[in-house]
């Protein structure tokens, strides 16, 4: 399925989307085209419409950019699914994959950015409800992640079309 890179009008990246409702906010006179892709929407009898690869809205309108939303998913994403302990990775086997409380919920630990992480079945049962310096373990020190950094991996760098890095890494 193809995606869009969608810009604001300075330039800055604000979504990515369907490339079907890409069009559609063209099509509407809120965004123009920058770059397209070679293939075209297919109608029944020309005019033959471009898929965009990347629009820009004409308009300037807000985004808290740094909200990312605190979900298991996003969490997993930010550590690259795999345990933030012993680095067995989850992505062949999702299941394996639980969230742990750097602070253990038993001892007043919240669900925050900075005290979820990514780990596997056996280390949070080794951990159990034990703080890190109970457990031997050093603090892996888990952030917030930036927005632009979720949307770097939701696409992952295989599948990125080349004409979106200078937006996404300049």
């Known amino acids: 399925m193809k995606r869009t890179l969608v810009l604001n009008n300075a330039y800055f990246p604000i979504s990515i989307l369907p490339v079907e409702r890409a069009f559609a906010i063209y099509y509407k006179g809120n965004a123009e085209i920058l770059v397209e892709y070679d293939e075209v929407f297919k109608t029944v009898k020309p005019p033959y419409y471009p898929k965009p690869s990347i629009i820009r809205t004409f308009s300037n309108f807000f985004l808290n950019y740094q909200n990312v939303k605190l ?20 992505l062949s086997n999702r299941k394996k994959l639980t969230l742990d409380h750097v ?7 919240k669900d925050l950015w900075n005290n979820l992480v990514t780990c596997c079945s056996r280390c949070n049962s080794e ?7 109970e457990w031997g373990k050093e603090d892996p020190k888990p952030r917030k992640p930036h927005f632009l950094m979720m949307l770097n991996k939701s696409i992952g760098a295989k599948n990125m079309p080349e004409e979106w890095k200078p937006y996404l890494f300049a």
């Open 127 to 133: 951990k159990s409800d034990l703080e890190l310096h």
């Open 103 to 109: 602070i253990p919920r038993a001892k007043g630990g």
């Open 71 to 90: 979900t298991r998913t996003n969490i997993y994403k930010r550590d690259n699914y795999m345990c933030v302990y012993c680095g067995e990775s989850g």
